[in-house]
C-alpha cells in the first residue's frame, strides 16, 4: 500500500518563503547550532515541542517515508498498566496533552474509558491492585453488569473471564494531535524548525547533517526518532545497531447494521484492551478496540498487539542473532509459521491477522458484521528484542551527543508527550516527571541477542 495508504507529509513551506527560510537557516546554523530532531512522527514532534518551549534552538527533520508509525485515524489512550511507574508516565503524558489541547482547533482527545478483558482472571488481579494502590478510580465488572452498561458489548462466557474499567480512557484524534504539535513547533521555532527532507549523510565529528537538497545543519545535539528506520540512520552514522526489529501489523473496520451506527460510537461504548497470557518467555500480546470517531472512517477499528510479521529488508537492518531471537521471543512465531518474515511491504490483506481480529471481534461484539469490513490498513511497530517491555530512550553509548527514541510497539503515541518531555530532560538536564525511567529506558541493557 505504498504511496497509497501512507500518504507523505505536506510540505510545511513552499515557493518564495521556503527558499529564504532555507537561506536563512544556512546562514544561522553555524552562528548557534540547534538540537537536530530525526523523524517527524509523534515522538519526534513531542520531542521538538518539549525542547522549543524550554526556549531551546530546534530543527526537525522529516523524510517523509511512506512507511511509517505516526499515520491513520485514531490511537488509544489508557492508564490501564499493572506497572506503577507506566501510570505515573501516562498521567504525566495526560497532562501534556490536556496543554496541547488548548492549542488545538478541534478535540484531540474523546472521553470513553477503558474497559480491559481477559481470558483469565488473574491477569487482571495486579492491575487492579495498582489501581487500588494508586488511589486510581476503577471497576471490576461481571458480564452481565458490562452489557447493561453498553448494550452492544455482549462478552462471550466461554472466554471473557474477567473485566476491569477505568474512566480514564480515550479515543485519540491522532490527525489533530499531529498537526498542533507541527503547529507549535511553527509557533514556538518559526517556519524553519520544520523542513520536509530527507537525510543522506550524518557527519558525526563535525556534528553537520546533510540533507537530499544539499543543505547542511549544524547540531548542538542529534535526537533520532524514526521509528523503524532507526536503525538504518545509525548504520549510516557508523554507530553500533540496537535490537530493533519492525513487525507490519493490521487494523481493520468492521461495520454495524444499517440504523445502528450510534450503538458504536465514541459516546457510547469505552476503548476495549484484550490482556492474552503469552507463552513463557515471550512479548505479551492481545487485541485492541477503538469505537468510531466523529466524522472518522465508518466501522468499529480492532487490531492485534505483536502478530505481523517481522520485516527483513536492507533498509531495515538488525544486530546479528535477531532472527533466531524473533523466533523465540515473539508471539508470532508460534503461529505464522512460514509466514513469520516479510521481505517487501505487503500490498495485500493479512489473512492471518485478520482472522484473529474477526475472532476478537465475535468475543466482544458480536452484532458487528465480521464478514464486511470498511477499510483494512497495514501498520509498522518499531519492536525491540530487549528482555523487557520498556521503551528505549536514552543516549547512544557509543556518542553522548546522539538521543535515541524507539522501540514502543505500537504503544507510544499515549505517551509521547512525555517521552518527548523526556527526550528533552536528556539534552537539557532538567529534571523528569518520572526520573527512575531514564534507567530503565536506557540503551545499554540485557537483551535477547546476549
Not at 505536506?10 to 532555507?22: D, I, S
Not at 552562528?31 to 534552538?57: D, F, I, Q, Y
Not at 533520532?224 to 501489523?249: C, D, F, R, Y
Amino acid at each position: 500500500m505504498v504511496g497509497s495508504a501512507f500518504p507523505l507529509l505536506p510540505l510545511a513551506l513552499g515557493g518564495l518563503a521556503f527558499n529564504v527560510e532555507r537561506r536563512h537557516l544556512r546562514k544561522t546554523t553555524c552562528e548557534a547550532k540547534p538540537v537536530v530532531v530525526l523523524g517527524g512522527g509523534v515522538m519526534g514532534r513531542s520531542t521538538a515541542w518539549s525542547l522549543c518551549r524550554s526556549g531551546n534552538h530546534v530543527v526537525l527533520l522529516d523524510g517523509g517515508h511512506a512507511e511509517k508509525g505516526s499515520w491513520g485515524e485514531s490511537r488509544i489512550a489508557r492508564l490501564s498498566y499493572a506497572d506503577p511507574v507506566m501510570v505515573r508516565l501516562a498521567r504525566r503524558s495526560y497532562e501534556l496533552y490536556g496543554t496541547l489541547s488548548q492549542k488545538a482547533s478541534q478535540p484531540i482527545m474523546y472521553k470513553t474509558g477503558c474497559l480491559d478483558v481477559s481470558c483469565r482472571k488473574d491477569l487482571l488481579d495486579n492491575l487492579a491492585k495498582t489501581y487500588e494502590d494508586l488511589g486510581q478510580p476503577y471497576e471490576r465488572l461481571n458480564h452481565k453488569q458490562v452489557e447493561q452498561r453498553w448494550p452492544v458489548l455482549q462478552l462471550t462466557t466461554d472466554y471473557v473471564q474477567a473485566s476491569v474499567y477505568c474512566p480514564e480512557g480515550d479515543a485519540v484524534a491522532l490527525g489533530v494531535v499531529m498537526e498542533t504539535l507541527k503547529d507549535q513547533i511553527h509557533t514556538l521555532a518559526g517556519p524553519a524548525a520544520y523542513i520536509d527532507e530527507s537525510v543522506v549523510s550524518i557527519d558525526r565529528q563535525k556534528k553537520t547533517v546533510t540533507t537530499e537538497d544539499g543543505t547542511v545543519i549544524s547540531y548542538s545535539k542529534l535526537v533520532l526518532a524514526a521509528g523503524i528506520w532507526t536503525n538504518g540512520l545509525l548504520q549510516k552514522m557508523n554507530l553500533s545497531l540496537l535490537p530493533l526489529v519492525a513487525t507490519i501489523e493490521q487494523n481493520t473496520y468492521y461495520a454495524p447494521s444499517k440504523g445502528r451506527e450510534p450503538l458504536y460510537g465514541i459516546s457510547a461504548m469505552p476503548v476495549v484492551k484484550e490482556h492474552m497470557p503469552p507463552p513463557n518467555g515471550m512479548k505479551k500480546f492481545g487485541g485492541y478496540m477503538i469505537p468510531h470517531m466523529p466524522n472518522g472512517v465508518e466501522g468499529v477499528k480492532f487490531g492485534m498487539h505483536r502478530q505481523g510479521p517481522v520485516l527483513e529488508h536492507e533498509d531495515f537492518p538488525v544486530l546479528p542473532g535477531s532472527a533466531a531471537a524473533v523466533e523465540r521471543h515473539f508471539r508470532s512465531a508460534q503461529t505464522r509459521g512460514r509466514d513469520l518474515w516479510c521481505r517487501r511491504w505487503p500490498e495485500d490483506e493479512d489473512s492471518y491477522l485478520r482472522s484473529e481480529t474477526d475472532a476478537y471481534c465475535k468475543r466482544i461484539l458480536p452484532s458487528l458484521q465480521v464478514h464486511r469490513s470498511e477499510l483494512t490498513m497495514r501498520c509498522p511497530y518499531d519492536q525491540h528484542l530487549y528482555a523487557d517491555e520498556d521503551f528505549v530512550v536514552g543516549f547512544h553509548p557509543d556518542d553522548p551527543d546522539v538521543v535515541v527514541v524507539a522501540g514502543f510497539a505500537g504503544e507510544g503515541f499515549k505517551f509521547a508527550p512525555a517521552i518527548g518531555e523526556m527526550a528533552s530532560s536528556l539534552i537539557t538536564g532538567q529534571t523528569f516527571a518520572v526520573p527512575e525511567l531514564i534507567h530503565r529506558f536506557r540503551l545499554n541493557r540485557p537483551n535477547y541477542l546476549k
